[in-house]
């Protein structure tokens, strides 16, 4: 993150003008961290915390956060110091494994840990290609963020490349099936993004009723699906004609117009919904 911004107070402005207009010197360098060898990467900026490119990062004072491990210290440094945020447009994207209750009774618990292990590195990869940064994982679930300071004004066509992305990657279009097999949401709209927490530990992330839709979006796909809300389809550009419906989500007063995308075959016995 940049770090010549000095100790002045910054404000909601500085923080709208930071995520929505951002630094072309940033992305280029983030695009540039990303393609450096390595693993277990800062989710702002890429750097990788390990692997060959791990030794040239600490150089740069790119070591993983003491504070936060999904940071580096430069991009905390840079959170703690500019704490605060801004209602901009988001695109947010949530992949949710399906049937890992299931799974988990099928595996030995150390099977299931490194089934998780290989779909968070799967994921994150994915994401970073995409120009996004990974929020958190819940659990069995990815919450993934598309914003303009990160993927420029596209950020909605790139979220739902990601979900395409990571279904492929994950083996759904392989005549075996997937080895997890995963649904998936995509929405965006305005929602608050920014530094919460304290000085001991900081994360940059996102709030409102935008990460509820993608949420539950997320939780109404089935395997191999992916859910994107009409609006969003729209402004990302995807085909006419796709399949649409209508669905009443938790907490919604009405029902919210979605258009579903399919990768590889429908996986049998797969339910619909998370767990």
């Known amino acids: 993150m940049p770090s010549d911004l000095g100790s002045e107070e910054h404000d909601e402005a500085f923080w709208r003008d930071f995520l929505t207009r951002g630094d072309g010197m940033e992305r280029k360098l983030r695009g540039v961290l990303r393609r450096i060898p390595g693993a277990h990467r800062c989710k702002l900026c890429a750097a990788p915390f390990e692997g060959a490119g791990a030794p040239f990062m600490r150089m740069l004072g790119k070591r993983q956060s003491g504070q936060n491990p999904t940071m580096c210290s430069s991009c905390f ?16 994207m949530f992949a949710d494994i399906r049937g890992s209750t299931a799974m988990a009774e099928a595996m030995t618990p150390a099977a299931f840990r490194d089934r998780l292990d290989r779909f968070y590195r799967v ?20 919450m993934a963020m598309f914003y303009p300071l990160l993927s420029g004004n596209d950020h909605v066509a790139k979220a739902v490349a990601a979900a395409r992305a990571l279904l492929v990657a994950t083996g759904h279009e392989e005549a075996d099936g997937p080895w997890v097999p995963l649904g998936a949401g995509v929405h965006s709209g305005v929602a608050w993004v920014g530094a919460v927490g304290d000085a001991s530990h900081t994360e940059l992330t996102v709030v409102g009723d935008t990460v509820n839709v993608a949420a539950r979006l997320a939780a109404a796909a089935s395997a191999g699906e992916i859910l994107v809300t009409s609006s969003s389809a729209t402004t990302g550009r995807l085909p006419a004609g796709l399949p649409a419906t209508h669905l009443e989500l938790k907490g919604k007063q009405a029902p919210i117009e979605v258009v579903s995308l399919r990768i590889g075959a429908v996986v049998a016995g797969q339910p619909v919904g998370g767990g």
């Open 77 to 92: 440094d840079f959170m703690v110091r500019h704490y605060g945020g801004a209602e901009i447009e988001v695109t947010l």
């Open 123 to 142: 994921a994150t990869e994915v994401v970073f290609a995409h120009d996004g940064s990974v929020d958190k994982f819940i659990g069995d679930e990815l």
